[in-house]
């Protein structure tokens, strides 16, 4: 496609509540990335993928969160039993070369 | 120490003078650095990058990158109404199975008419 698509835009989940967010990178990108970004701060690091391979994982932030790409193109991100502190816009970025990412417009995740 | 570090702002520019926005790292070996800007409720946009020391220029934005002193900052010339976003500086680490940007918190910029 033309740029990252991400669904859905807004997620509101009861407290306990698995969530799925879903990624669909621009075509033909080879890398893949999920941020997580709270109010008033910058995007912080959850994971990578190069193809379908996850080379980073360490920036999720407890065993609650897992994200796969099968097929070496969409991407879900996926919360279980998400929590308040689970509560941020989740960006999605692809790119083909080193640090030049296109981000998506993110899903804004509200746990109450 | 935060491995990006950018002063939060907010800073108030009026319109037609120069914007300057810093920011420091600490990793010597940072290869790549972004700058990019994200409005309210909108994603991040790649604006500048720069990989050699020196200033690069495009439009009225400029980039100017200091190794020596682990510094980059970006200058916004004759700044409009519509550059008031926060400004994000990134920095770029290639190694093995890791090609992850590391950003700031940013800077909020308000332009003043």
């Known amino acids: 496609g033309a740029g990252v698509s991400q669904s859905p835009r807004y997620k509101v989940a009861k407290r306990g509540q698995d969530v799925a967010l879903r990624c669909d990178p621009i075509?033909?990108?080879?890398?893949l990335f999920w941020y997580q970004q709270a109010l008033g701060q910058g995007p912080e690091f959850l994971t990578y993928?190069?193809?379908?391979?996850?080379?980073?994982k360490s920036g999720l932030p407890s065993d609650r969160f897992f994200a796969e790409r099968p097929e070496g193109s969409v991407s879900t991100l996926k919360i279980q039993r998400t929590q308040q502190e689970d509560s941020a816009v989740y960006l999605c970025?692809?790119?083909?070369?080193?640090?030049?990412?296109?981000f998506g417009s993110g899903t804004r995740l509200t746990v109450v | 120490q935060k491995e990006v570090e950018q002063n939060s702002g907010p800073l108030s520019v009026p319109e037609g003078a120069i914007a300057s926005l810093n920011c420091t790292y600490s990793?010597?070996?940072?290869?790549?650095f972004f700058w990019y800007r994200q409005y309210s409720g909108k994603s991040p946009e790649l604006i500048m990058s720069?990989?050699?020391?020196g200033d690069k220029e495009d439009g009225r934005f400029t980039a100017q990158l200091n190794k020596a002193s682990q510094y980059v900052s970006l200058l916004i010339r004759d700044s409009q109404p519509s550059d008031s976003a926060t400004y994000l500086c990134?920095?770029?680490?290639?190694?093995?199975?890791?090609?992850?940007?590391?950003f700031g918190t940013g800077t909020r910029l308000t332009i003043i008419p």
């Open positions: 993928f190069q193809n379908e391979a996850q080379l980073d």
């Open positions: 990793d010597r070996v940072s290869q790549s």
């Open positions: 075509s033909g990108h080879v890398s």
């Open positions: 720069i990989y050699s020391n």
């Open positions: 990134a920095i770029y680490n290639r190694g093995f199975g890791n090609e992850k940007l590391t």
């Open positions: 970025a692809s790119s083909n070369r080193g640090g030049g990412y296109t």
